[in-house]
């Protein structure tokens, strides 16, 4: 009988290192009782013995038999995760995986503190992580029992539940405008247009004032922003589309964000032109095409229309005819596209009719495969997504990125768009303070619902417990920090004064939390005075291994583990983050320090050309 044959890419991988493993050891003559497949235990140990520089080997061996060992105890760990990912998982996955692990460890430290701390941790998680993914071991820390809010059968009375028939999409309102001929200068008439002119002459500057512009431009932060950015990148002249057209489009996408706190016309502005700025990068100059360039930024533009203010999970809860018509997944995400594509029905808002069939086939998937990806609960994926690509490509040392593939680019876009979405923690502090009021007002709002329809209230929207200035220091800890970083891998050097207002930031708000036997309640900040300058950073940095739980199991002998203490500065190390003026106790070191050192060995972390601050990564843009 002929042994059959292998053609599927995965099994012949797995079947070509067998062989390698075999070959190998016939070669070295390793002893049979050696050459068996190591276990868990001895893999953990392996692991973190590299990151110590030290094989673990007997006193007998000799130094070319030590090497073939430690060379064999390699090809079995990488045997074992390819082994144990089989086909239900992609490689990304397993990042993801241990990146939910590591946040649920961290967090469950940083809910030991009070009762704030616990309400901040469960929304952190409960926010970020999808639920829809396999979950981790939680038994040692949050419970998903404990992060489910309890449904019943009253429904809110609000635009989200009409009575509308379920094919119909809600929200869609008549224009409540007519076209203005000649088009104004800026796009909309304003008694302001000197003031305005000068604002928007910064268009390409991260931290551009979108209150300020808001004031300016009567209430037209979108419309402003979007129309200067396509003037600014050409996008008229080379789509063919007509002036009237785009302001039609723009004002009536406009006129569909809802009078909420926080997620309305001026997050919109906001979340585009950061996302122009990012497009702008020197390491991605010439990647994109223009056809994806105007997709990023017609998708971010129209990313949270018709927002109610509310979360998918409250939706969900109150049985909204959204959470019903979407199945409950990515509920407002998949309104706002809905929406958007249906405000380009009518003819004088078409602003694509002169695309062929193909492009406009092409525009409207990468928009729908962007504006999903601003579900927060997609984050862990996200994140896991980019730094595999990163860190992959650094281990290769040719410090280059092919996007030649679609979905290697438009990882990247999704990316970009939930970096623009959580850039409010790496604006200037002035800046920053007004949207954590406007957000905070909008969570507090949903409490309010939620108290009144006597639903659980949701983490962090409860404003008689809800501590500001300590959610603030643990979202951008555990959330924005690690995105932001890997980010910054991708794009280096662009993205290094991001990093250093990000981290001013963490420490305005980390030094007025109050003392531990106080308790500390939601303010508003917005008088409050901006830090003079950024501290250097004394932080922890904690390098674990890949296999978590075969770790865990040895974790007991100190001399396998590597902690290390350093002082840094912002983003100049791979394995180091700075996190606040206090140095963080080894017992609870944060998230965003491991995530710098997700790799089993420190040699597989770091590139052969330095650290973070020293690694310039290119990214070469598709042949074709």
Request: glycine letters at 4%; charged letters at 20%; aromatic letters at 6%.
């Amino acid at each position: 009988h002929q042994d059959d044959m292998i053609v599927t890419p995965f099994a012949q991988l797995l079947a070509s290192l067998k062989n390698v493993r075999k070959n190998f050891v016939d070669l070295t003559h390793i002893p049979p009782e050696r050459a068996k497949r190591t276990n868990q235990l001895s893999i953990a140990q392996a692991a973190v013995s590299n990151v110590n520089k030290t094989m673990i080997t007997t006193a007998s061996d000799d130094s070319s038999l030590s090497q073939a060992i430690a060379t064999l105890e390699e090809l079995d760990w990488c045997l074992e995760q390819l082994e144990t990912m089989q086909t239900h998982k992609s490689v990304s996955d397993l990042a993801s995986l241990k990146f939910k692990r590591m946040l649920n460890k961290e967090l469950s430290h940083f809910a030991e503190n009070n009762k704030s701390g616990a309400q901040i941790s469960d929304y952190l998680y409960s926010t970020y992580t999808d639920k829809k993914e396999p979950d981790v071991d939680l038994s040692r820390g949050l419970q998903l029992d404990e992060l489910t809010v309890v449904t019943t059968t009253k429904t809110l009375d609000t635009s989200m539940s009409s009575t509308t028939l379920m094919g119909q999409i809600t929200g869609i309102q008549p224009a409540t405008f007519t076209i203005m001929s000649p088009i104004p200068e800026l796009g909309v008439d304003t008694h302001h247009v000197d003031e305005l002119r000068l604002v928007l002459n910064h268009i390409n500057d991260w931290g551009l004032d979108t209150f300020r512009i808001e004031d300016l431009s009567g209430q037209r932060p979108l419309t402003v922003i979007t129309y200067r950015i396509f003037q600014e990148r050409s996008l008229l002249r080379t789509y063919g589309i007509e002036p009237h057209t785009l302001i039609s489009y723009l004002l009536t996408l406009e006129d569909h964000y809802q009078s909420v706190p926080y997620h309305n016309k001026a997050h919109g502005a906001d979340v585009c032109q950061s996302m122009h700025v990012l497009l702008n990068a020197s390491a991605l100059d010439g990647v994109f095409t223009e056809l994806e360039i105007m997709s990023a930024i017609f998708a971010s533009a129209v990313h949270d229309v018709d927002h109610p203010g509310v979360t998918n999970q409250f939706l969900i809860n109150t049985k909204s005819d959204l959470a019903l018509m979407y199945n409950d997944e990515s509920v407002l995400e998949n309104h706002h596209l809905a929406v958007a594509f249906k405000l380009l029905q009518a003819d004088e808002r078409n602003i694509f009719s002169h695309l062929t069939a193909k492009q406009i086939k092409t525009l409207r998937k990468m928009v729908i495969d962007m504006v999903l990806a601003t579900d927060m609960s997609k984050h862990m994926q996200l994140l896991a997504d980019l730094k595999t690509m990163v860190e992959s490509k650094k281990v290769t040392g040719n410090n280059i990125i092919m996007l030649e593939s679609y979905d290697d680019r438009i990882q990247v876009l999704q990316n970009m768009i939930h970096c623009a979405d959580l850039s409010n923690p790496t604006k200037p502090l002035d800046i920053y303070i007004k949207w954590t009021d406007r957000i905070m007002e909008e969570f507090w709002r949903q409490g309010d619902k939620e108290r009144d329809l006597g639903l659980e209230v949701s983490p962090m929207c409860d404003k008689r417990v809800a501590s500001v200035e300590k959610h603030q220091v643990g979202f951008i800890e555990f959330i924005v920090h690690p995105l932001w970083e890997t980010w910054a891998d991708l794009v280096y050097p662009d993205a290094s004064a991001i990093l250093e207002t990000l981290e001013q930031n963490r420490d305005w708000y980390q030094a007025r939390l109050s003392p531990p036997s106080s308790s500390s309640t939601g303010t508003n900040l917005s008088n409050s005075s901006p830090p003079l300058s950024a501290s250097t950073i004394k932080t922890t940095a904690i390098l674990s291994s890949n296999n978590e739980d075969a770790l865990q199991s040895v974790s007991s002998q100190s001399s396998l583990l590597n902690t290390v203490s350093v002082d840094t500065v912002i983003s100049t190390s791979v394995n180091t983050v700075s996190t606040g003026d206090q140095l963080i106790p080894t017992s609870a070191p944060v998230l965003s320090s491991t995530s710098s050192s997700i790799s089993r060995t420190a040699s597989s972390t770091t590139a052969s050309s330095g650290s973070a601050g020293e690694f310039q990564m290119t990214v070469t843009p598709a042949t074709s």
